[in-house]
């Protein structure tokens, strides 16, 4: 998704969390899955014992600082995530993340089995690794995150 682009201190519709020190944003139309696997990747994390909360949830504010891609919230919706269906939880939150990592949710199909390799989201200029994850309710996110992007999950 090499071209994506959130203007310096604008909003987006996207959902950003941190797990242990790696900052994940979550990108994708709206229906995407983005809520729902950040939410099971705050609970995979939360069972591991490891620390994890909530940035943003819908809308989140991107803006560079130092060359880092920075997510924060609007204060209406901050610690708010909602689960489609299930209706609006409240979560361990953190006010403003670096983002490391972003993973755009699909549904499984043929044509995506293999994504494209090196792709890239770009955040005013600064770029972060895109993850493509297929949103298919038998494969725990986290799980899958860690053994694709391990220097970013268990490295000592």
Do not use: Y
Request: overall charge neutral; proline content about 7%; hydrophobic content about 40%.
């Amino acid at each position: 998704m090499s071209g994506w682009f959130s203007a310096n201190g604008e909003t987006m519709h996207a959902t950003a969390i941190v797990v242990g020190e790696t900052g994940i944003l979550f990108v994708g139309p709206s229906g995407a899955g983005k809520s729902t696997m950040a939410f099971a990747c705050l609970a995979g994390a939360i069972s591991r014992g490891w620390n994890a909360a909530l940035v943003a949830d819908d809308r989140t504010c991107l803006t560079v600082h130092s060359g880092r891609c920075i997510a924060s919230c609007p204060e209406p919706i901050r610690g708010k995530l909602e689960l489609r269906g299930g209706g609006i939880v409240d979560l361990p939150r953190i006010g403003r993340a670096v983002m490391h990592l972003a993973v755009a949710p699909g549904p499984p199909s043929v044509k995506s089995r293999l994504p494209p390799d090196n792709e890239i989201f770009t955040c005013d200029g600064v770029e972060l690794h895109l993850q493509r994850l297929w949103r298919d309710g038998a494969t725990d996110p986290l799980t899958a995150l860690c053994a694709l992007r391990p220097d970013r999950f268990l490295s000592n």
